[in-house]
């Protein structure tokens, strides 16, 4: 009977991200993580909704497509590399690393001739969220309460996939100087969890139990349907101001799951439990804003950009709940409203139809249940060359970190992005 019940507890237990933080609730992760799409963009901080003057547009805000004058093909990857260290506060520290090349979005503006104003049309694929990240963590379990608690953890946390979205959209100029413009965005994408945990009673506190190892796949399928509006106002030469409003969006998660379980007793005696099953539930996005300004001075050689984005991920639902211990306001107990920051600056060397970017970018974790130090912080590098007025290549660079803590674990995240974007124009 003992057997049994510690058989049980370890499949309760060994559960969620890190085994040792069982006791904490687990993050949604399709909630936030941004990436950002387009190297342009990017190497400026994803300062552009006062801009928006290419094909991410699409994505940005979908107003700035008719200020494009010629027919645009544009494509765009990205390179990611995400370096974990972990830690028990009194143990050594777990580096990991998982690079990932991807691509970041594909797709085409094409603009109509009109007596005034213009009017363009655009569709594509746009990559804005990923989700390829590892982690680990070795080390004796320090706290108490737990399962784990004087064991020798060893366990390895991998993430991979992402979510894009296939966008239809239009502009129009209604004045000389204001536009306005419109997305229809079909989500869709996919992430995968395989977490692998052991634990060893390295130094008998317990009679029975030898050790245990817990294997465990979750594979996740997302898709929905939402939109997006946008206005862009250029109130002078020098001064252009972008607004954005993005829909509520319910996306559909098909999840399957896997886990293994096997108990090893001082004894010899193993106990094994294999287990899979299927569920399929919705998560409702809520409403985003953002604004965004642009200065363009010395006769638009120098573009100063500023953006702010509010969503308040407390108004977040799931429907039903993907499990019996999630209750209804979830949501509201553990995230939080965030105010995403985007900071860029661009510089156009006379002569050579070249331009240097920086930028800073800020992706407020909405997540409460941890204790985070610095947020997610980027600073951005960047640098575009425009060959006969028809090719444009741009290259960003990225580069962010952060500190997550959670009951006795230590999780510091460091994470170099590369963007880099090619367009036609004819």
Not at 76 to 103: K, Y
Not at 361 to 389: A, C, H, M, Q, S
Not at 411 to 416: A, G, P
């Amino acid at each position: 009977m003992r057997r049994t019940i510690y058989h049980v507890f370890v499949c309760l237990f060994a559960i969620g991200l890190f085994a040792v933080t069982s006791t904490a609730q687990i993050e949604e992760m399709a909630i936030g993580n941004t990436f950002g799409v387009g190297a342009r963009t990017m190497g400026m901080g994803g300062a552009t909704l006062g801009i928006s003057d290419d094909f991410t547009a699409l994505y940005w805000n979908p107003a700035g497509m008719a200020q494009i004058q010629k027919f645009e093909f544009f494509t765009s990857f990205s390179h990611n590399t995400a370096n974990t260290d972990s830690f028990f506060s009194s143990d050594e520290v777990t580096g990991t690393s998982r690079t990932q090349l991807r691509p970041n979005a594909i797709g085409f503006i094409y603009p109509f001739y009109t007596q005034q104003g213009g009017f363009a049309v655009g569709f594509g694929y746009n990559r804005p969220q990923n989700f390829d990240y590892q982690t680990a963590i070795q080390g004796i379990d320090s706290s108490s309460g737990n399962l784990y608690s004087g064991l020798l953890v060893d366990e390895v946390n991998r993430n991979s996939g992402g979510l894009g979205i296939w966008s239809f959209g239009g502009s129009i100029y209604i004045t000389e100087s204001i536009l306005i413009g419109g997305a229809v965005d079909f989500w869709n994408g996919n992430s995968i969890n395989e977490l692998e945990t052991s634990a060893v009673d390295a130094f008998n506190i317990d009679n029975d139990i030898s050790r245990f190892r817990f294997d465990d796949e979750i594979d996740r399928v997302y898709s929905g349907v939402g939109g997006k509006i946008g206005v862009l106002v250029n109130f002078t030469e020098t001064i252009s101001l972008g607004v954005t409003l993005v829909s509520p969006t319910e996306l559909t998660v098909e999840e399957l799951w896997n886990e293994y379980t096997v108990v090893s007793y001082d004894d010899g005696e193993e106990v094994t439990d294999p287990n899979e099953g299927s569920t399929s539930y919705d998560i409702e996005r809520p409403f985003e804003i953002g604004t965004g300004v642009a200065l363009k001075l010395l006769n638009q050689q120098l573009i100063l950009a500023g953006d702010i984005q509010l969503t308040d991920w407390r108004q977040t639902r799931y429907d039903p709940a993907p499990a019996e211990d999630i209750t209804h306001d979830y949501f509201e107990e553990t995230y939080s409203l965030t105010l995403q920051s985007r900071l860029g600056i661009e510089f156009r060397i006379p002569g050579i139809d070249t331009h240097i970017r920086a930028g800073y970018f800020r992706d407020t974790i909405p997540f409460t249940e941890t204790d985070v130090e610095n947020e997610r912080d980027y600073l951005t590098l960047g640098i575009g060359k425009i060959f006969e007025e028809t090719l444009k290549f741009d290259l960003a660079y990225m580069y962010g970190n952060w500190r997550q803590y959670s009951n006795e674990l230590t999780r510091k995240e460091n994470n170099h992005r590369v963007f880099v974007s090619g367009a036609y124009r004819f």
